[in-house]
C-alpha cells in the first residue's frame, strides 16, 4: 500500500507541475468559474509589417488588462492565414487584402501601408521607374551604370515564397516570381533592410513604414520614389507608395472576449500616435 501511496502522489505531483504551465478555470466556493493567477495568453502570428505594430499595441494591452499576455510571432502572411484556419493562434496578421477564397475569414483592418524600394544610402540614384525596376529584377539590367549610377554590379534582394510583399509587388510589376534572377532571398523586412544596409550595391523593397522608420533612426538605407504609381494614400508624409495595402488582424469566427477586445483596442484612436509613429497611416473610419 505505501508504495501505490507514493506512486499516487508522485502522479498528482507531476499533474500539478504540468498544468501550472497553462491558464485554467477553478471553481469559488459557489460554483462560478473563476480565471487562475495565471496569466492568459492571446497569440498573433504571421505578418512581418503587421508584427512590430501588433507588439507595440499588446505592450499598451497588457498594461490595461493585467494577466494577460500578447505574444506576436512573425513567419509571414500566409502563416497568419494557415494558423487562424488551423486554431493554433488567436489573431492572424496580413499586411494584404483577403483572397476570393480566404472569404471564411474575418478581416479588420488596423493601418495602411505601402511598399517601397529601398537602395543603400550612398547609392547615388535617387528615383526609379518602374521599368527600370521591372529590368533589374528580371535580370535585363545588371549594372547601376546603364542608370546613371557607379559602374558596379547590381545586387538584387527579394522575398522568399509566403510573403504579401512579394505576392504585391510582382503583382505591380506584372511578372511571376520565376521570372525574378535574385542574388540574395530574404524573409522579412528587418532581413531585407539589414541586407541592404550592408551592402552599397543592393536594391530591395519593404514596407514603406518599415523603411521610413530605419532610415529615420539612422539605418543606412532610403526608399526610394517609383515614379509610375498605381495607388497612392494621401498623405503629407508618405508619397513613395507602389501601391496601398491595408494591414489587417485575421480571425476564424467573429471575434468575441479577450479577442474581441483586442482588436477593438487596436482600432481605436488611442493607437494613432503609435500607428504614426512606425510610419503607417491610421485608418479613416
Not at 92 to 113: C, K, N, W, Y
Not at 239 to 259: D, H, S, W, Y
Amino acid at each position: 500500500m505505501k508504495w501505490i501511496l507514493v506512486a499516487l502522489l508522485s502522479v498528482v505531483a507531476f499533474g500539478g507541475l504540468f498544468f501550472s504551465a497553462r491558464p485554467f478555470k477553478a471553481m469559488d466556493t459557489t460554483g462560478t468559474p473563476k480565471v487562475s493567477h495565471i496569466p492568459a495568453q492571446l497569440l498573433l502570428t504571421g505578418s512581418s509589417t503587421v508584427a512590430p505594430l501588433a507588439a507595440e499595441i499588446g505592450k499598451k494591452f497588457e498594461k490595461e488588462h493585467p494577466g494577460i499576455r500578447v505574444d506576436v510571432q512573425t513567419g509571414g502572411s500566409s502563416r497568419g492565414i494557415a494558423d487562424t484556419r488551423r486554431g493554433l493562434s488567436d489573431i492572424g496578421m496580413v499586411s494584404r487584402p483577403l483572397h476570393e477564397d480566404e472569404a471564411d475569414l474575418f478581416a479588420f483592418t488596423i493601418a495602411q501601408d505601402g511598399i517601397s524600394m529601398i537602395l543603400h544610402k550612398d547609392n547615388p540614384i535617387e528615383r526609379l521607374s518602374r521599368t527600370d525596376v521591372g529590368n533589374i529584377y528580371t535580370g535585363r539590367l545588371t549594372n547601376w551604370k546603364a542608370l546613371g549610377g557607379r559602374d558596379a554590379p547590381i545586387i538584387v534582394v527579394n522575398k522568399a515564397e509566403g510573403r504579401s510583399t512579394l505576392e504585391l509587388f510582382t503583382a505591380f510589376l506584372k511578372i511571376s516570381n520565376r521570372d525574378i534572377q535574385a542574388d540574395v532571398v530574404i524573409g522579412d523586412n528587418a532581413q531585407g533592410i539589414k541586407t541592404v544596409a550592408g551592402n552599397v550595391n543592393a536594391i530591395g523593397y519593404v514596407s514603406v513604414g518599415a523603411a521610413k522608420y530605419e532610415a529615420a533612426v539612422g539605418i543606412r538605407i532610403k526608399p526610394i520614389p517609383i515614379s509610375e504609381t498605381v495607388t497612392t494614400i494621401k498623405t503629407s508624409h508618405q508619397q513613395n507608395f507602389l501601391l496601398a495595402r491595408p494591414l489587417n488582424l485575421v480571425t476564424k469566427i467573429p471575434p468575441e472576449g479577450m479577442v474581441s477586445a483586442f482588436i477593438d483596442f487596436a482600432r481605436s484612436s488611442r493607437m494613432i500616435p503609435i500607428i504614426e509613429e512606425q510610419q503607417f497611416v491610421p485608418v479613416t473610419k
